[in-house]
Every structure is written in structure tokens, then in C-alpha cells.
């Protein structure tokens, strides 16, 4: 459980009551927000419309926007308040493509601007910054992962943000996957084929034969790994014997070792289609790796203690998910939490067509109002908490420090 507050309670209970009048203020906003961004999907790098909305309901509450950061046409950071303590918190935006916001990432951009104007509104008190980073490109690009690269993450001392899904989850419950995702091209030789298809070298053949070794490489894996895969390229037209194939790739595990030796595993899978038919073999990454989640207990403890003051039940998750964030890049570096807030009612998984409309339901609205009180008042408490306040503040010096000597 979380260390006790110096603070008298009374005080404590004040500053939480100032920040719950302030999200309470701006809930319309907020929901109007979400439902624009949901409706209105803009995936990977293309969330121009998201990334502005977000930036002017922070302006609007006296946040400095910065837009472009990290090289990043569709990221920006906001900040309000000055201290030697900066409360980080992540809004995500991108939506899927052809099926739209079916991951809830409107849910999440609303809840970060909400937490963020309630700790605005106690900032000064607490003699905190506070700095939201949007974004763009979580699920397909790793945006966390190049603007972290890219020093934007430097000043922040602890980070946040909830994800939608069914149940409310405990952060400590709540991890994900590591994920390597990458481009295998194969090539051969053209020729026609029905008039000489003995001259061809056939690169959908070596496709094939990688895909059925995969098929078969599954039985061998644990229950903590996934592979999955498509053709984006397999040939032009019927009568030519396909010379150029491309084969899209994804493999995750919970563990970093595990993710490697599987990894190694798939690439010998690759390797045999190219030795079987006679192509050759070029792999390259598609994106920044993303690694597992790690959830800091300190902050997760005073974030589950906030939800179900707010009068939500935490479920089980069994302590491990599917599913990979750049969150998990993040965490690494950074003291985080990213748990999964439920919108309560839902049926459909994550990723479907079902849980698009769920992601602008009634249920929806009231994680995101939920999200974004237990974020600020999470955000409240480590900074009232002064052997954790100034535990994270040493942290992030010695991050700094070591930043600084590379």
C-alpha cells in the first residue's frame, strides 16, 4: 500500500476536492472531445486533427503547447507549472486502419487532458510541472519510442495514462509483450508461366514454404509468444511467375530472451524458404521495437487506491495480457503506470468492430471522466508523499546524470 501522506489530511482532502471540481467542470469538454476524436479516425503519423483538438483544450486551460516535437509532425508536448517534480502523462490518439478507433485511443487522449487541467488546478500548491506528451503512432510505429530517443521524455519525472478495456485493472496486474515487427522481401526471376515456368524462380513460393515452417514452429513456442503475419506482396498477375514477394511480420513475448530465441527461430523459417526455392533474402525492421511493460508498484499502488475511491472494482487479469504498447519503452526509463480502465458493459475485444461503438458509449464517457480524476489524483499524491516525491526526484537525476556522461 502507499506510504502515508505528511500532508494532514484535511489538506489533502482539499486539493483532491479542487481537482475533482475542476475535471467536473470541464467533463462536457471532455466527452465532446473524445466523440470528435472517435469520430474522425486518423491513423498512424496522419492525426493532424487529434493532435490539434488535444493541443487547444490544453492551450485553452493555459498549458504552453508545443507542437512537432521529437521531429514528429502529429506529437506535441503541453506544460503548466514549474517545480522540481514533473508528472508526465501520455495521450494517445491514432485509431486503426479501416476500423477505426476499435483500440479507444479517444478515451485515452480525453482522460490525459482531463488529468492534466485537474493537477493544473493544484500545481502551484504542490510545486509540480506538469507535461503532457501527445503521442501519435502507438499502434503501428512507435511514436512513444522515437520521441523517447529524441529527449522528449528527459524532463519527466513519473509517467501515466489509462488504457479502455473490459475490466478496471490494478497496474500490477496489467503487463504486455515485447514485439519485434519486420519486412522479409524475398526475390527471384520472372518468367512466363505456363510457356516456361521452368525458368522462373518462384519468390510466392518462398513465402509459402516460410508460412507452413511457422505454422509448424508454433507447436514449439510457449503460450507467452505470438507470431503473426501476412503477404502484402505475392506477385502481379497469374501467368507470370511471381519474382518479387514481401511478407509482413510480428513476433511478441513477455520475455526479452524469449523474444530473441523465437525470433531466431522465425528468421531460420524465412531462411528455409529462400533455400528451398532458389530467391534471395533481405529483412529489415518496420518499426522501433517495443519492449514489456513495467509497471511501477509505488504509483500503481496510489492510482488502484484512487479508482476504487471513485467507486470502481478492480478485476483480475491474471497478471499477464496479449498486446504490446510503446508504453513499455517508456517504462523502462521512465517510473510508469499504464493500466486499463474499464468501460464498464463492453463485450467485444479490443480490435473489433464491436468495441468501436463501445469506445463512444455512455460507459466510455465515464472512463474517460474516471481516467482522468484518478490520474491527477495519483499525480496529487506522489507529490504530497514526501519520501516518494523525493525518492523519484533522485531517480531522475541519476538518469540525467548518466544521460549526460554517455
Known amino acids: 500500500m502507499p506510504a502515508r501522506h505528511d500532508e494532514p489530511a ?5 486539493l483532491k476536492d479542487r481537482v475533482h471540481e475542476r475535471v467536473t467542470t470541464v467533463q462536457d469538454r471532455l466527452v465532446a472531445l ?3 476524436i472517435h469520430e474522425n479516425p486518423e491513423p498512424a503519423f496522419t492525426e493532424n486533427k487529434a493532435a490539434r483538438w488535444v493541443g487547444e483544450e490544453l492551450s485553452a486551460g493555459g498549458f504552453l503547447v508545443e507542437p512537432g516535437v521529437g521531429g514528429l509532425d502529429t506529437a506535441f508536448s503541453a506544460t503548466y507549472g514549474s517545480g522540481d517534480f514533473t508528472v508526465g502523462v501520455c495521450a494517445e490518439y491514432d485509431a486503426l486502419p479501416e476500423i477505426g478507433h476499435a483500440c479507444g485511443h479517444n478515451i485515452i487522449a480525453a482522460s490525459a487532458v482531463g488529468a492534466a487541467l485537474g493537477l ?24 512513444k519510442a522515437l520521441l523517447l530517443d529524441r529527449g522528449v521524455f528527459d524532463d519527466v519525472t513519473v509517467a501515466m495514462m489509462v488504457h479502455p478495456g473490459l475490466v478496471d485493472t490494478h497496474p500490477s496486474d496489467y503487463t504486455s509483450q515485447a514485439v519485434t515487427r519486420f519486412a522479409v522481401t524475398y526475390r527471384g526471376r520472372a518468367s512466363h508461366a505456363a510457356v516456361a515456368p521452368h525458368l522462373g524462380v518462384n519468390a510466392a513460393d518462398a513465402a509459402v514454404i516460410a508460412q507452413v515452417a511457422i505454422g509448424q514452429l508454433r507447436q514449439q513456442t510457449t503460450a507467452n509468444c505470438r507470431i503473426a503475419l501476412f503477404v502484402r506482396k505475392g506477385g502481379e498477375v497469374t501467368n507470370i511467375i511471381p519474382e518479387h514477394t514481401i511478407v509482413e511480420c510480428e513476433v511478441r513475448a513477455f520475455d526479452s530472451v524469449e523474444l530473441k530465441a523465437v525470433y531466431q527461430r ?32 509505488t504509483i500503481g499502488d496510489y492510482y488502484a487506491d484512487n479508482i476504487v475511491g471513485l467507486g470502481r472494482e478492480l478485476g483480475d487479469n491474471g497478471h499477464q495480457v496479449g498486446g504490446s504498447t510503446d508504453m513499455g519503452n517508456i517504462s523502462e526509463v521512465v517510473p510508469s503506470i499504464h493500466p486499463v480502465i474499464g468501460v464498464r458493459g463492453a463485450k467485444d475485444a479490443l480490435h473489433t468492430r464491436g468495441f468501436v461503438q463501445d469506445a463512444a458509449s455512455p460507459a466510455a464517457d465515464e472512463a474517460v471522466i474516471d481516467g482522468a480524476l484518478a490520474m491527477a489524483f495519483t499525480g496529487a499524491d506522489l507529490a504530497l508523499d514526501p519520501n516518494v516525491r523525493a525518492r523519484f526526484v533522485v531517480a531522475h537525476q541519476a538518469r540525467l546524470d548518466c544521460s549526460q556522461a554517455r
Do not use: M, N, W
Open 34 to 36: 473524445s466523440h470528435a
Open 120 to 143: 493544473a488546478e493544484v500545481a502551484d500548491d504542490l510545486g509540480i510541472r506538469v507535461k503532457v506528451i501527445g503521442t501519435p503512432a502507438e499502434e503501428h510505429g512507435g511514436g
Open 266 to 297: 522465425v528468421l531460420a523459417c524465412f531462411e528455409a524458404g529462400a533455400h528451398a526455392t532458389g530467391t534471395t533474402l533481405d529483412v529489415h525492421a518496420t518499426e522501433p521495437a517495443y519492449t514489456a511493460l513495467q509497471q511501477d508498484p
Open 10 to 14: 484535511s489538506s489533502v482532502c482539499t
